[in-house]
């Protein structure tokens, strides 16, 4: 069964700290995606990548950073958190051809920054 | 500015009841719309639509799409509470083939 697999299901950190998001999946997606879900503004996109160390940013890109050294795995790095970065993150992938649209989720990071 | 929005916002119904939940959309140079049902965190996948008039069905869902009108419905017959979740919308579009998400319907099911 497909699968996309995120560290945390819940993390609270400090103002300033660095955090990490790891995101894993096992169906050999060539794309990965970073969104951020919030009340009332839905999901937005941070980051997206369609090949090993490639990265484009997204809609909301300021603050993060992402790193995909290997093709399964793409991280999330807030590099000083903030309060406004409190919110759900979700990894997801899909694969590249006709059907690249379909995005499978990870069950996402409740981020809390304090 | 492309955009979807979906409505209702929220809906609340009984065990049994039929719902019908609403995307429209403005997009430039439309590829497709998926709808996805998010329960607790993680949105599956339910239904992509490319061409107008054609159903999509899964058991007691069904979605359809009409690209003259420019709106999609997702149709949940005898509805469960395990039914209960936010159903999201999202419209492929462009030359880079960008996913735009609408808000979302939070559906309740009472039993």
């Known amino acids: 069964d497909v699968k996309v697999t995120q560290s945390s299901r819940y993390l609270v950190k400090r103002t300033g700290e660095k955090v990490f998001l790891e995101c894993v999946q096992d169906?050999?997606?060539?794309?990965m995606f970073w969104y951020r879900q919030d009340p009332g503004l839905g999901l937005r996109l941070i980051y997206f990548s369609y090949d090993v160390k490639m990265k484009e940013k997204g809609d909301i890109p300021e603050g993060y950073s992402v790193s995909r050294e290997k093709k399964e795995r793409f991280s999330l790095i807030l590099e000083s958190a903030s309060t406004n970065q409190t919110s759900m993150y979700l990894c997801?992938?899909?694969?590249?051809?006709?059907?690249?649209?379909?995005?499978?989720f990870g069950s996402g990071t409740q981020l809390s920054v304090l | 500015e492309d955009k979807v929005v979906q409505s209702p916002l929220s809906l609340v119904v009984h065990e049994g009841d039929t719902v019908t939940l609403n995307c429209s959309y403005e997009?430039?140079?439309?590829?497709?719309l998926l709808w996805y049902k998010q329960e607790k965190k993680a949105p599956t996948f339910l239904f992509m639509l490319t061409s107008s008039g054609i159903e999509k069905k899964s058991g007691r869902l069904s979605s359809i799409l009409d690209k003259k009108e420019l709106f999609s419905i997702l149709n949940i017959t005898a509805t469960q509470t395990g039914d209960s979740a936010v159903y999201l919308c999202?419209?492929?579009?462009?030359?880079?083939?960008?996913?735009?998400w609408g808000l979302g319907t939070s559906l309740a099911v009472n039993p």
């Open positions: 169906m050999d997606h060539e794309n």
């Open positions: 997801a992938s899909s694969s590249t051809g006709t059907s690249n649209e379909k995005l499978f």
């Open positions: 997009v430039t140079n439309f590829r497709s």
């Open positions: 999202a419209v492929v579009a462009g030359n880079n083939r960008k996913l735009i």
